[in-house]
């Protein structure tokens, strides 16, 4: 067959094909659940921040996006559970290449990523988000920072209970770990 009658086809196949055009920004298009997009920092369910401030995420990541200043906690002035917290966070969206090590770095699961992928925007010092952009919105329930720890006693309630039961208060049952391990098929 000629090469010019296999194009000819080609083009005429295409007219009957779905057309796969998106309204966007009235509709936008739907993401993968395991979508790498705009980092979160998470809170506990009290309302104190997950993060310590230990800036291991800043040394996992290999496009030397992000900045972490670490503060102490006192009693007065409480922002997590542990001695420490993040002072200052930020996350420089015009050097991220969204790889996910930050994530698979942080020892108290405080940085997760979402699902949004709408970061373009006019200014580069606009892409450089602050912990105050960065940070989980107070869901019903939670109280603004700083305040006293609320879940217990010590950060080892914080962090050792919500790996058995999340989002468990001080008092409640908690289940223990038997040790038997449940194999499927």
């Known amino acids: 067959m000629l ?3 296999k194009g000819y086809g080609l083009t005429f196949a295409a007219i009957f094909q779905k057309v796969g055009t998106y309204q966007y920004p009235e509709k ?3 993401v993968e659940a395991r979508y790498h997009g705009r980092h979160v920092l998470n809170r506990h369910p009290d309302g104190l921040e997950k993060c310590v ?11 030397d996006a992000i900045y972490v200043e670490g503060g102490d ?12 917290y993040g002072a200052v966070y930020q996350i420089n969206y015009s050097r991220c290449i969204f790889c996910g ?7 108290t699961r405080s940085l997760t990523m979402s699902n949004s992928y709408e970061l373009a925007l006019d ?3 606009d892409l450089i988000f602050t912990k105050e952009q960065l940070l ?14 609320r879940l217990g006693d010590n950060e080892k309630d914080y ?3 919500a790996m058995t039961n999340p989002g468990a208060s001080k008092g409640a049952e908690r289940p223990q770990w038997t040790g038997v391990v449940e194999e499927t098929e």
């Open 3 to 5: 090469d010019w009658a």
């Open 28 to 30: 936008g298009k739907p």
């Open 53 to 63: 401030g230990c800036e291991l995420c800043a040394w996992a990541c290999p496009a």
């Open 73 to 84: 906690n006192t009693e007065a002035q409480r922002y997590s559970p542990g001695e420490r």
């Open 101 to 107: 090590l930050c994530i698979e770095a942080c020892p």
């Open 123 to 125: 200014n580069r010092h």
């Open 136 to 149: 989980a919105p107070l869901l019903p329930g939670m109280e603004q920072p700083p305040h006293e720890m």
């Open 159 to 161: 962090y050792i209970g």
